[in-house]
């Protein structure tokens, strides 16, 4: 069983700005690309960010373009997500997830493992 471990979630003020952290065995599991998905209160998870290993392609939900930056090291150890200019409505536990195979980034299906969940609050 893959364990990813999600950090850097926080309370911040609208307008600030965190980084969050996902630990990712990648070489140890073949993983061909992460992502980060988010629950936002009372509803359900949905699609932050993608981030294909191999062409470094990125993927990104039309709420979060232009704010938020997803990226990963060059050992393929770690994916950050980068949040800027955030908002109250970006208030989330946001989820770390990879996958082995090359799928729809949008669907939570398509992903083999995920992380434990990190909480986000952003207060107006």
């Known amino acids: 069983q893959v364990q990813l471990v999600e950090s850097g979630g926080g309370l911040v003020q609208a307008g600030g700005s965190l980084r969050l952290s996902c630990e990712a065995p990648?070489?140890?599991?073949?993983?061909?690309?992460m992502a980060w998905f988010r629950q936002p209160p009372g509803k359900e998870r949905e699609f932050v960010a993608h981030?294909?290993?191999?062409?470094?392609?990125?993927y990104y939900a039309d709420s979060v373009k232009g704010r938020f930056t997803i990226s990963g090291d060059n050992a393929k150890t770690t994916v950050y997500l980068q949040m800027n200019s955030l908002r109250p409505d970006d208030t989330a536990v946001y989820y770390c997830?990879?996958?082995?195979?090359?799928?729809?980034?949008?669907?939570?299906?398509?992903?083999?493992?995920w992380g434990q969940g990190t909480q986000v609050t952003v207060s107006s």
């Open positions: 981030i294909n290993w191999g062409a470094r392609s990125t």
């Open positions: 990648v070489r140890a599991y073949g993983t061909y690309a």
């Open positions: 997830a990879g996958t082995r195979k090359y799928s729809d980034p949008y669907d939570t299906r398509t992903y083999d493992y």
